[in-house]
């Protein structure tokens, strides 16, 4: 058999076995990735006067310090760009006992989710989005919780969306 043959064997293996127990277990620890976080774009103290996310949204004020936690969806994270989501704290996900195999996706919470998440976009100097994965960028993963301080944008359906030159890592 072919190394290409053995590789596509590996990766269709990988993918049938979905989130088995270790990775259900590292995915529901709410800690830091294991990546290097970029000092660049990493606070070492924790910015005062967070928000969790829900307050933010309902206040006009345009610079903001928020709080959450990295979810809100099977996906928080855009590939190649230091964009994410978060979801205020105080809403709760679910448990691994809960038979959730992605608690960051706050399945049994949804309708909390709706009012009390925010886009977080890391930015350069010169206001575009970082382009590298915010999990490498910020040594963050699902769950992680993290302080942003920055720009608040808000649209039309009032979905809040945080501008942000550096980020806070909970520990």
């Known amino acids: ?16 076995i979905g989130c088995g127990e270790a990775d259900r277990q590292t995915a529901t620890t709410p800690a830091n990735g294991s990546g290097s976080p970029d ?10 006067g967070s928000l969790g996310v829900g307050e933010v949204r309902s206040s006009a004020a345009e610079d903001v310090t928020v709080v959450g936690r990295i979810g809100g969806s099977a996906q928080p ?21 809960e038979g959730c195999p992605t608690p960051w996706d706050y399945c049994c919470a949804q309708n909390q989710v709706k009012e009390n998440i925010a886009t977080v976009e890391i930015v350069d100097d010169r206001g575009q989005p970082v382009a590298k994965d915010a999990k490498a960028l910020l040594g963050v993963k699902e ?3 993290v302080v942003v301080h ?12 945080v501008l942000a030159s550096k980020v806070y890592v909970k520990k």
């Open 1 to 16: 058999m072919s190394v290409k043959s053995w590789g596509m064997m590996l990766l269709t293996a990988t993918a049938a």
């Open 39 to 48: 000092a660049a774009y990493v606070l070492t103290a924790e910015p005062t």
């Open 77 to 97: 994270f855009v590939n190649g760009l230091a964009v994410f989501t978060i979801v205020d704290p105080a809403v709760p996900y679910c448990a691994d006992d």
């Open 143 to 145: 769950l992680s919780t």
């Open 150 to 161: 920055g720009k608040a944008r808000r649209d039309e359906q009032g979905n809040l969306t």
